[in-house]
């Protein structure tokens, strides 16, 4: 297995993998995200990129820290670079994803979540940990999927969740891990991997969604019956 990117460093202040952060690439083919990838003067790269046929090419190690995440946080914390690994995905944004991309990634995943003893919690989009810039992997990704077999979390709307109101929702997102922004914003981002095909005001299915999130992240459930 090689490491063609030159775009990496050490991992800071001792951190190690607790994230992995999905991607989708933006380019008009695999080959080409590829050479932007490993261009010095790109300054980005990713750990691993998976084409549409589901080949699966390792540009960086995995215990280094590759230049995928850029500026935003997850659970309160920064610098996602030094605590993920970064997986892309060759689409333009406005394609499905082929089984046989979504078949690989399924293995690339299960790898990274065994050799670093990470659960499916830990398994986010770009568009979680930067909400206000970015939207991948985008609506059509099928986050469901991946959750049926282990590999990130889905909601179970909670029986008892509180009525809708912005602030609480905003703290229960918080509580899930997104960054602290408005209402608005985590809404979108929210639903952008969770009701892609859901518009209108936030509503209770929403607050029933993310409360039961919150707790599946590790909340102790005080941010929704305290808010």
């Not at 709307?157 to 918080?174: I, K, Q, V």
Request: charged fraction near 20%; include cysteine; hydrophobic fraction near 45%.
């Amino acid at each position: 297995m090689t490491f063609p990117s030159p775009n990496f460093g050490a991992r800071r202040d001792g951190a190690v993998p607790e994230l992995v952060v999905i991607h989708y690439t933006a380019m008009t083919s695999c080959e080409a995200a590829r050479k932007r990838l490993c261009l010095p003067e790109a300054e980005v790269s990713a750990h691993w990129l998976i084409s549409e046929d589901g080949r699966a090419e390792q540009l960086v190690d995995e215990a280094m820290r590759a230049w995928h995440a850029g500026a935003g946080s997850w659970g309160g914390r920064g610098d996602v670079n030094s605590r993920s690994i970064g997986i892309e995905l060759s689409n333009t944004g406005f394609a499905p994803f082929p089984e046989p991309q979504m078949a690989t990634l399924e293995q690339v995943l299960g790898g990274i979540l065994t050799r670093w003893s990470l659960g499916p919690e830990a398994v986010i989009g770009h568009s979680d940990m930067s909400p206000d810039r970015k939207i991948d992997p985008g609506p059509r990704f099928d986050w469901l999927r991946l959750a049926r077999q282990g590999l990130a979390l889905w909601p179970e709307p909670m029986a008892a969740a509180p009525a809708p109101d912005p602030a609480r929702f905003a703290a229960l997102a918080m509580a899930f891990g997104y960054p602290d922004l408005s209402p608005e914003t985590l809404l979108a981002a929210f639903r952008l991997r969770f009701r892609p095909r859901h518009d209108g005001p936030l509503d209770a299915t929403d607050m029933a969604m993310i409360a039961d999130l919150s707790l599946r992240a590790g909340a102790d459930g005080g941010a929704w019956r305290s808010c």
